[in-house]
């Protein structure tokens, strides 16, 4: 069974920049994508950022793309969403996920393992 945890949410102001970090557990992470989606209050879950598996592919949702990064350290089976110049639109639920593939994707349906979730506010 794989374990997903979620850190490094909080509360900040617009203009702020935040790291999120998402810890998982099991020894094949490096054979698998990782994404990034989001949940607002009210709407669907959201794409963010994705990454293959060595961390060379990477994609992103045209609204955070140029402000969010999303890297790996598989050494470490973690996977990192640099978050700069947030905005009150990106306050959100954010949730890490581990894909049934190796190559980064954007589809939800392609992810089999998912955290809990991590609260992000941005205030304006």
């Known amino acids: 069974q794989v374990r997903l945890v979620e850190s490094g949410g909080g509360l900040v102001q617009a203009g702020d920049s935040l790291r999120l970090s998402c810890a998982a557990s099991?020894?094949?992470?490096?054979?698998?994508?990782m994404g990034w989606f989001r949940q607002a209050p009210g709407k669907e879950r959201e794409f963010v950022a994705t990454i293959g598996r060595l961390g060379i592919t990477t994609y992103y949702a045209d609204s955070v793309k140029g402000r969010f990064t999303i890297s790996r350290d598989n050494a470490k089976n973690t996977v990192y969403l640099q978050m700069n110049s947030l905005k009150p639109e990106d306050t959100a639920v954010y949730y890490c996920?581990?894909?049934?593939?190796?190559?980064?994707?954007?589809?939800?349906?392609?992810?089999?393992?998912w955290g809990q979730g991590t609260q992000v506010t941005v205030s304006s």
């Open positions: 996920a581990r894909a049934e593939v190796l190559k980064a994707t954007i589809q939800d349906a392609d992810y089999n393992y």
């Open positions: 099991g020894r094949t992470f490096s054979n698998y994508a």
